[in-house]
């Protein structure tokens, strides 16, 4: 098999706007080629990318309902930081433009992790590690 070149994550949004004012708080940028009134492109690195689309897009893709994130956890998309502070101030601007913390905070020494729900209910995981200080078992 061969490897991805390029990961797309598909999110459901109630409103384009508001997630995408989410998104810019948190630092994210958008590609306008991908963007109209029904989707955007939210750029996470080189190669990961998240798609931000209405419901209607976002049903028009789907063969079985569409899940309530508010009501369920679908998934936890974990994002590697550069360091614990980059995780905190992630955390932090996430809070302050209407995310709110999904669980306390864990840190492990070697892995310090914390966790978010977006407006819509989405749980994103900004973590720092280091791999050399992992335990070996």
């Known amino acids: 098999m061969t490897a991805p070149k390029m990961t797309f994550i ?4 109630a409103s384009l ?8 708080a948190l630092g994210f940028d958008f590609n306008p080629a991908f963007t109209d009134e ?3 492109c939210m750029i996470i690195n080189d190669n990961t990318f998240a798609m931000l689309l209405t419901y209607a897009k976002f049903d028009s893709f789907i063969a079985k309902p569409r899940a309530d994130a508010k009501a369920a956890t679908g998934g936890i998309y974990a994002l590697a930081l ?5 995780v905190d101030a992630m955390m932090n601007a996430a809070v302050q433009a209407g995310g709110g913390e999904y669980r ?7 892995m310090y992790n914390r966790a978010f729900a977006d407006p819509d209910g989405h749980v994103w995981e900004p973590f720092w590690m280091d791999p ?6």
Request: hydrophobic fraction near 40%.
């Open 10 to 13: 598909n999110l459901p949004v």
């Open 82 to 86: 550069e360091s614990k502070s980059a």
């Open 132 to 137: 050399a200080a992992m335990p070996s078992n």
């Open 38 to 40: 029904t989707a955007t």
């Open 104 to 110: 306390p905070t864990i840190d492990l020494g070697f």
């Open 17 to 24: 706007d508001k997630a995408i004012g989410f998104y810019k």
